[in-house]
């Protein structure tokens, strides 16, 4: 009995803090928790900072290994005389930190907090109950060993399946047939250089928040962000299996208990590419007292994989149906809300449920292409053409158009990293490409010339008064506007895009385009990965 408990202090899991249960309730309705860090012995402790060491070690010899593999070829380091004596200084290293990881399990044995730890997640793994769920929240640890609270095979979903959730692919322009072998030599070489380029750097540089040093440079800060939304707000943090396999790793605030008109709404919170719930824009709509569904990328924090778009949907999907069946959501009370590159799984969400009530884009652009060629040379233009096409392809536009609910846009009028131009220019962000395309598939004959040049003058305004000046310019009423829309869209069954107004005049169709383009897009006056106040957050404007 000793030994299996000391063997399961060796291979146990990293524990961060201890969280006590619910003691006292706030005046607006909170539970309080308090909790503590976990503080190990002084030999589990030096143990545990060397095999962290070893672990960053590892991974950047991982990283470089291409280059350190070049590096000992050409210096004449791999052949057989040389590996054997290096295949025996690994053995060696192996052996020293499986011994330093033996100590770190006596120290853990010894340390009467890890011990009831290690029996309350041994009973949850065995008996996934309620009780046991509940004892094991009161726990902060690696969330690799946390045991599976919801999986996509639980419920019959249509659009889930073990080769992953459905994606608009884009499709290729035809081409001649001269020269056909020498384009699909190219081709082959386009598709291979590609591959290596999005496999290596290129997702790194997508998704930094992915990189395991930065989430080890984070951690501290992720570890208080997570304690906040458990002992302030009686968090309850989940582990959702996608249909591909990863691990989901999920924060829910529920404030319904506490009543209140908002808190009957969820909204699911989409973070950008560096962002993750522990810290990123969750803390938004739960300061604004809604009900509340956090989720990290796969690959960032405790979720698993890597955060290619046919994983980022899968795991979309799979909080889509945690929300519903577990949770016990309508689609028709959860409200998505996404911030910068979390914009594609929002649009995504809302194409494939349509049900949902609404939509809220902070930050987010059109199309990943415009952003990804301001970044790299121009020579690059047609290879970083089609690794975008092939492998990132983050369509936002395209899937959102899909869409027949209401749709709310927060454009940063300082925004410096969606912008087409080396400064800040409110005129080349991408998120009035976004509005643009909206407004133009749902309003086509309000959006024609007249229409769309007095938007893309209201969009050049990067003050709030000048937003005003353009908009009393052409003395838009706002009554007259809601009553015209009305008149052709009061019944809900009309769908988009509407064929009203070809015969308006073309002052008409310029207020009516300026009066959707502000219910379509508020301003905020800041930079891009400035926190939106919850004053700033808003549910999108609907006709009826």
Same mark, same amino acid.
């Given at each position: ?174 081409? @001649? ?9 190219? $081709?082959?070489?386009?598709? +291979? *250089?590609?591959?290596?380029? =999005? !496999? ?101 924090? @405790? ?9 980022? $949907?899968?795991?979309?999907? +799979? *909080?889509?149906?945690?929300? =519903? !069946? ?219």
């Amino acid at each position: 009995m000793a030994a299996r408990l000391w063997l399961r202090c060796v291979f146990g899991p990293h524990l961060q803090r201890i969280h006590r249960r619910p003691d006292q309730i706030w005046p607006d309705g909170r539970l309080v928790r308090t909790g503590w860090n976990y503080q190990p012995g002084s030999l589990e402790k030096h143990t545990d900072s060397i095999l962290g060491w070893a672990s960053a070690m590892w991974y950047l010899s991982y990283c470089s290994s291409p280059l350190l593999v070049c590096y000992l070829y050409g210096k004449g380091y791999i052949c057989s005389s040389k590996l054997a004596p290096l295949s025996q200084y690994v053995a060696t290293t192996l052996l020293c930190l499986l011994g330093v990881a033996c100590l770190r399990g006596w120290g853990r044995w010894k340390n009467v907090q890890y011990l009831e730890f290690v029996s309350v997640l041994e009973e949850a793994k065995k008996n996934h109950s309620p009780d046991s769920k509940k004892k094991l929240r009161c726990y902060n640890f690696d969330f690799s060993h946390w045991p599976a609270d919801f999986s996509w095979t639980e419920v019959g979903n249509p659009k889930s399946s073990k080769a992953g959730v459905s994606l608009l692919k884009h499709q290729p322009r035809p081409r @001649g047939a001269a020269d056909g072998a020498l384009r699909s030599v190219r $081709a082959l070489l386009c598709h +291979v *250089v590609s591959y290596l380029i =999005v !496999h290596s750097f290129g997702r790194r540089m997508l998704y930094p928040g992915s990189v395991g040093l930065l989430q080890k440079a984070m951690r501290p800060m992720l570890e208080q962000g997570q304690a906040k939304l458990i002992e302030e707000f009686d968090g309850q943090r989940n582990k959702l299996v996608a249909c591909d396999g990863n691990e989901i790793d999920t924060m829910f605030v529920d404030r319904r208990r506490h009543g209140g008109s908002k808190a009957h709404t969820l909204v699911i919170c989409c973070e950008g590419n560096a962002g993750f719930y522990e810290v990123g824009c969750m803390n938004t709509p739960l300061e604004g007292g809604y009900s509340v569904l956090g989720w990290n990328h796969p690959g960032f924090g @405790g979720s698993t994989g890597v955060p290619f778009p046919q994983n980022e $949907a899968n795991a979309m999907d +799979v *909080v889509i149906q945690f929300a =519903v !069946h577990k949770l016990g959501f309508q689609l028709s009370d959860i409200v998505i809300y996404a911030w910068s590159i979390g914009g594609f799984t929002a649009s995504w969400a809302v194409m494939s449920y349509p049900e949902i009530k609404a939509v809220v884009l902070d930050a987010s652009f059109d199309d990943l292409l415009p952003l990804a060629l301001k970044v790299m040379p121009e020579s690059w233009r047609p290879l970083v053409h089609y690794t975008v096409r092939q492998y990132i392809n983050l369509n936002v536009s395209e899937q959102l158009l899909k869409y027949q609910g209401p749709v709310l846009l927060v454009r940063r009028t300082r925004d410096e990293i969606i912008t087409t131009t080396n400064h800040v220019d409110v005129a080349s962000n991408r998120g009035n490409d976004l509005l643009l395309n909206l407004l133009q598939f749902r309003y086509p004959q309000i959006m024609t010339l007249e229409g769309l040049d007095v938007v893309r003058q209201w969009l050049r305004a990067s003050t709030h008064g000048e937003e005003v000046s353009v908009y009393s310019g052409y003395q838009v009423d706002d009554d007259w506007c809601t009553s015209v829309l009305l008149s052709y869209g009061g019944d809900a069954d009309v769908k988009f895009p509407w064929n009203y107004g070809e015969r308006m005049t073309t002052r008409e169709k310029q207020q009516l385009a300026l009066f959707l383009a502000r219910k379509h897009m508020r301003n905020f006056e800041t930079t891009h990965c400035t926190p939106l106040p919850a004053s700033e957050f808003h549910l999108p404007w609907e006709l009826y």
